[in-house]
């Protein structure tokens, strides 16, 4: 059984920063891109960012790019989101989910993704 559990959201000031972490279980993380979606409160789930199964490759939405930082730690089995300049417009539940198929490209669609943790509340305060 794959499980995925989120941890490290909190309360925040603007401009503040946040480590979201996502350790797996069940599943080897290195086999498989990992990514991290957001859904704030009345808005659809957005991608934010995601890590290729090698960790070499990594890419992220325009809102976040050069304040987020998506890293993996194969030995923990864990994926980390290095959140810094933070603001309020970053408020949302972050969900961490792995590729559904192993040793592919990473995506941004969500549909490709099949197992997801049951996310963590990050509020950004302005």
């Known amino acids: 059984q794959v499980q995925l559990v989120e941890s490290g959201g909190g309360l925040v000031q603007a401009g503040g920063s946040l480590t979201l972490s996502c350790a797996a279980s069940g599943r080897t993380l290195s086999n498989y891109a990992v990514a991290w979606f957001r859904q704030a409160p009345g808005k659809e789930r957005e991608f934010a960012a995601v890590i290729s199964w090698s960790g070499g490759s990594t890419s992220y939405a325009d809102s976040v790019k050069g304040r987020f930082t998506i890293t993996r730690d194969n030995a923990k089995n864990t994926v980390y989101l290095q959140m810094n300049s933070l603001k309020s417009e970053d408020t949302a539940v972050y969900h961490c989910?792995?590729?559904?198929?192993?040793?592919?490209?990473?995506?941004?669609?969500?549909?490709?993704?099949?197992?997801w943790g049951q996310g963590t509340q990050v509020t950004v305060s302005s």
């Open positions: 989910a792995t590729k559904r198929r192993a040793y592919t490209g990473h995506t941004y669609d969500a549909a490709d993704y099949d197992y």
